[in-house]
């Protein structure tokens, strides 16, 4: 299944603009259950995702990337929509990340192998608060919370940038990234761990070289550097 939808995209985006209707037109398409996933009651592809049909466009989106265009106002060229719920006529945006396709395959692989409980598998779905507050607050590394929480690298990407969860975001402590150092102060030497989750940060698009920077307490040329595999290139 691909989406080499960016034109529609722009299109739908500017068409929102100046039809805010457009948005309960959705949503009488959509059946909302309290503390599960919201369906899309619409047409259903053979690919299982639900699509939107706009008639004034003379075209149809996914309804799942509707949904995320809604609630962020956002959707990166190249990159999907994915579900952490599994379940792909679900429009719920907490239940939708971003990700490559990479990422796409490799929550596959891991919701294939995970025996638990559907519930449990549901990373996105099932955090509680507490444990959001604590991948806000945590030093470990994404890849750490990822294993930690079980639930994908992208998607503790996006908790930490403030693309989902934002009830919870003004405790998101973030933008003074713990690692900064003071002014003057030489730059920190990065593991390879680091660097590996830089690259993966990057391809993300949620993460600009410079907020990458700033996170990792290193300048935007040395991100820019490790991205476009100028240095560490054995990794
Ligand atoms: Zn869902």
Not at 32 to 49: E, I, L, P, Q
Not at 68 to 79: A, H, Q, S
Not at 84 to 108: A, I, Q, S, Y
Not at 176 to 194: H, I, M, Q, Y
Request: proline share 4%; net charge positive; glycine share 8%.
């Amino acid at each position: 299944m691909a989406f080499p939808d960016h034109g529609i995209v722009i299109r739908v985006l500017d068409f929102l603009e100046s039809n805010p209707d457009l948005e309960e037109r959705f949503f009488r398409k959509v059946r909302k259950y309290s503390h599960g996933c919201w369906t899309f009651t619409g047409s259903r592809g053979g690919d299982g995702y639900g699509y939107f049909f706009i008639p004034e466009l003379k075209c149809q989106i996914a309804a799942h990337r509707f949904s995320y265009l809604l609630e962020y106002g956002v959707l990166p060229e190249g990159l999907l929509v994915l579900h952490e719920c599994d379940n792909k006529p679900c429009v719920r945006p907490d239940h939708l990340f971003l990700g490559t396709w990479k990422d796409n395959m490799v929550d596959k692989t891991n919701k294939g192998r995970n025996n638990a409980p559907a519930g449990m598998r549901n990373g996105g779905a099932c955090l509680t608060d507490s444990q959001v507050m604590e991948i806000f607050s945590s030093t470990s590394t994404v890849i750490q919370l990822s294993e930690k929480f079980g639930i994908s690298r992208s998607h503790v990407s996006a908790i930490r940038c403030g693309h989902v969860w934002k009830h919870l975001q003004h405790f998101n402590d973030r933008s003074k990234p713990k690692r900064k150092l003071p002014v003057g102060a030489t730059l920190s030497k990065l593991v390879e761990d680091e660097v590996l989750e830089i690259r993966h940060l990057h391809s993300t698009g949620l993460w600009t070289y410079r907020s990458l920077g700033e996170e990792f307490a290193v300048s935007e040329i040395t991100v820019a550097n490790i991205c476009k595999r100028r240095t560490w290139k054995h990794i």
